[in-house]
């Protein structure tokens, strides 16, 4: 069974930085799409960024752009870079992979999900 499993995250003061990493637990995803989502509590998940299987084409949600940076350097670990972390980037963030990057933006989502990370600013 394919897995991603995620690490990093905590707690950040507003300004700082904090780093997301997702590995998946087999090299099939060398061709998938990775990307990350959050959900706030209360709030609907959300896309947060996401990248090609080539590492080179990137989007992200206007509400990080600037401050937050997706890569991936083996084909099957993608980062999240998060600086000038702000109180309402609050959440527990997701790593996502699909074969298809169009269901990053589709109701359904990617096809495989990690276990979610924490992520808390404080004022």
């Known amino acids: 069974q394919v897995e991603l499993v995620e690490s990093g995250g905590g707690m950040a003061q507003t300004g700082g930085s904090l780093r997301l990493s997702c590995v998946a637990s087999?090299?099939?995803?060398?061709?998938?799409?990775m990307g990350w989502f959050r959900q706030a509590p209360g709030k609907e998940r959300i896309l947060v960024a996401v990248v090609d299987w080539a590492g080179v084409h990137k989007n992200y949600a206007d509400s990080v752009k600037d401050r937050f940076t997706i890569a991936r350097d083996t084909r099957n670990a993608v980062y999240l870079q998060m600086d000038q972390l702000k109180p309402e980037d609050t959440a527990v963030y997701y790593c996502?992979?699909?074969?298809?990057?169009?269901?990053?933006?589709?109701?359904?989502?990617?096809?495989?999900w990690g276990q979610g990370a924490q992520v808390t600013v404080t004022l």
């Open positions: 087999a090299p099939t995803f060398n061709y998938y799409s």
């Open positions: 996502a992979a699909d074969q298809n990057e169009r269901v990053f933006y589709d109701p359904s989502g990617p096809k495989y």
